[in-house]
């Protein structure tokens, strides 16, 4: 079952553009990651956010999460026609294992 | 080595065939995750190994699915008896130990296709 949900499914932006993608979960989580994934294949791990920290940082990537709305964003800043791929959030749920329960994924094109 | 590997990297089989799909850890990652995806059903989990043991098998969707993991490393996931809605990409990861804030990378995966 999805925890996940993204939006919006799609987006497409020009290069040197900001791409702000959101994730909204339904249970308690312990922690939040963004994956992306190029031609269906490979996932590639992004930044991973604790459920007590509210923002953090990693190059042209800004994540925030608000555990009152259960709801994360992913902000792309200055995008590259490289980043065009699909982008899933994942979960980590409170007192259970490691296992990621992913959502259904963001399909992101940035136009050269 | 290098990252997760898995083989093959395609494989198509013919409904009711057996097929077994392989999946190389990182050296030295203790925990390994076998998902799924389809268009269907998206990104599933299906199990996780903490060393050999099988502490989670729940999103294996029946019984035709298991896996096994020897000497702490190389796991191979067998399903029995093929399907077409076994069509999918296997993918598998691992992560250095099985808590929750490690990281988990991933392998290419093996895209199934079920004639």
């Known amino acids: 079952s999805q925890q996940g949900e993204e939006d919006p499914q799609a987006l497409s932006i020009q290069e040197g553009e900001n791409a702000t993608m959101n994730c909204s979960y339904k249970t308690s989580i312990n922690n939040l990651q963004w994956y992306r994934q190029n031609s269906g294949r490979g996932l590639v791990h992004l930044i991973l956010?604790?459920?007590?920290?509210r923002e953090k940082h990693s190059g042209r990537l800004r994540v925030t999460l608000d555990t009152s709305k259960k709801s994360s964003s992913l902000l792309i800043t200055a995008s590259r026609a490289a980043d065009t791929a699909s982008y899933f959030c994942a979960t980590v749920l409170t007192g259970a294992n490691s296992k990621l329960t992913f959502g259904k994924g963001i399909t992101l094109s940035v136009r050269p | 080595g290098a990252g997760v590997s898995q083989s093959p990297s395609n494989k198509v089989t013919e409904k009711g065939k057996d097929v077994e799909l392989r999946c190389d850890p990182i050296?030295?990652?203790?925990?390994l995750y076998w998902y799924r995806q389809s268009l269907g059903q998206g990104l599933e989990f299906l199990i996780y190994?903490?060393?050999?043991?099988?502490?989670?098998k729940s999103g294996l969707p029946s019984d035709r699915f298991s896996a096994e993991r020897t000497g702490g490393s190389v796991s191979t996931l067998t399903i029995q008896r093929t399907q077409q809605e076994d069509s999918a990409v296997y993918l598998c990861?691992?992560?250095?130990?099985?808590?929750?804030?490690?990281?988990?990378?991933f392998g290419p995966g093996t895209r199934l296709t079920v004639t």
């Open positions: 190994f903490q060393g050999n043991s099988a502490p989670d």
């Open positions: 050296s030295g990652h203790t925990a």
């Open positions: 990861a691992s992560s250095l130990a099985s808590g929750q804030i490690y990281e988990q990378y």
């Open positions: 956010i604790r459920s007590n920290e």
